[in-house]
């Protein structure tokens, strides 16, 4: 049996009226990414800050190494680390500043932590901005100072609250590499993200939530074969031939073929139940046949089904978020 | 400053090996005693006021505004000459200056507190209360400064206490004393408040009426009897007297007493109220 990471069982949370967290189970094997995804609102943050001890459940357990968050939490405490979805480092204080403040609170002795902080700010790339206030930082490195400060004690468990919104591409592809590295050393990452993408990279396993509710759970795999492996989004030259496209794209691709409200485009989901290369070489074909039969296409592209389609296909209904991933 | 901030994030490739060397999983050190955790909290404070000096306005200029508003107005009128009333004025002067400054705890625990960098704070397995100590560390810094400012212009006017070096140094010693547990009550309502307008709000509420009302200004057996059970019960009342009769040479053990005992009611009460919201928030 492997240890887990983070157990919990029903877990409530209510701000008022709302349930934002409605009786989670969640199972976080240790040792691995895990990646908790769901729109605006759908809870993840307060999920999150209950499994810091930030905030107190109203109901049900949450355990970190078999510790429970609220009866244990100075030992939970000693073996997390949360990077925030907004900044949880003092934008007043320079970068060195900062992770010496964070070494010193956690036992460092005065010159040790000056060590820890110019090593720390070495493997990020970070020593050219070591003594400017990071509240002049750009945004990719305000997120590297961020997960500097939060792997500064080398946690067991590492929280990172949508660690790549908002970050340039180049900037989130560092997130990302940080992520594998810091889980190859073995460190527990749990990632909330609105991206299924980023999850599917990442993470070995994934939940998703909306309403406070886990909808589905499991395999970057079994979701997507839950799901259909992707979607193909076509432009043609002329409106005239988007019947015809129809016709060629529902035969090859097996699957019904959607007319967007844009009179050159066409969008269909591919159902190669999870498997990425079927699913490309089908639409390979698919795209061959389109211009064997004279159909000029202006754009083709195949992509991973964004947080919509995941929650069109689990629940019938799109996400209730509110800046619609197109 | 932005051309470096685009280098350096576009030629930053994370390394494995730094990387890895940095997720050593050595030794922990052992964590930080209460003392050390607050202390370090201070040093944050500090930093805080280099970074941004201009926080220093408030416990420079309004204390030589009030000293030379109140000597030069009331002077004449109150006690013949703006000396004879110096004498009697800038002990009480000071205090006020300092008990109203206490108000900029509250506003800066309720603007730091919406932050992110406080969850970090609270995830850390420390002694709880150390970051509200550290303000109050970090704010005892100002107090100092303050009192010296104040008793600088006050010097300078003609102010010569007959306690000397000692008697002033301990006067001194016992404002900033209270200060700290008296700045408890904003770091509550610093907590408890939605917004740093409603902590000011509160704060002058309270403040106006226990400075005001109070022997700062002049002799309570002037005033009307009603008024005078106010005043005599006023623990800023107490405090005043405390710290006039250290200045003095003659110290009061009533009052001081009295002063030591409201602070340690101040920090229990209030210092509690404060950590039961912290911890809930
Ligand atoms: N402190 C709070 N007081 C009242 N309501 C809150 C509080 N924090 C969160 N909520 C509500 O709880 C619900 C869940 O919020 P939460 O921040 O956990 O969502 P999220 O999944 O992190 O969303 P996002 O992707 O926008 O970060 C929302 O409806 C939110 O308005
Ligand atoms: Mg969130």
Redesign the interface.
Known sequence: MTELAVETSGLVKVFGENRAVDGLDLRVPAGTVYGVLGPNGAGKTTAV?ML???L?PDGGEARVFGRDVVKDA?EV??R???T??????????TGM?NLI??A??????KP?ARDRGA??L?????T??AD??VK???G??RR?IDIA???L??PDLLFLDEPTTGLDP??RN?VW??VR??V????TVLLTTQYLDEADRLASRIAVIDHGRLIAEGTPGQLKASIGAGSVHVRLRDAAQREQAQRVLSRELNAPVHLEADPVALTARIAEAGDDQAAAERAARALAELAADGITVDDFALGQPSLDEVFLALTDRPATIEENAA | ??T???E?????????E????????GE?????SAW??SV?FG??AM??IK??PEQLFDVTAFPIMMTLLFTYLFGGALAGSTTNYLQYVLPGLMAQSIIMITMYTGVAVNTDIE???F????????WRP?PMVGYLLGDMLRYTIASLVMLTVGLILGFRPSGGVVGVVLGIAVLIGYSFAFSWIWTMFGLLLRSEKSVMGVSMMVLFPLTFLSNIFVNPKTMPTWLQYFVNANPVSHLVSAIRSLMAGKPDTGALTLVLVAALVLIAVFGTLTMRLYN?K
């Open positions: 800050r810091a001890t930030l107190r100075d405490r000693r997390v680390s949360l925030g979805q907004y900044a949880s480092v003092d934008e007043d204080l500043e403040l964070l010193r609170l956690q036992g460092y002795k040790a090593q720390l070495e493997a990020f790339g970070l050219d901005a400017r206030q002049n930082y750009s990719g490195m590297r400060a939060s792997i004690n080398t180049r900037s560092q590499d940080i590295i810091v190859a050393q073995g460190t | 400053m932005s470096t901030a685009t350096t994030t576009t030629s930053y490739v994370p390394a494995p730094t990387l890895a060397a940095v997720l050593t999983r922990r050190p052992p964590r930080p050390s955790a370090t040093w944050r930093l805080k970074h941004v932050k992110g960098v969850d970090r704070f609270r995830t850390l397995p420390i150390a809930r």
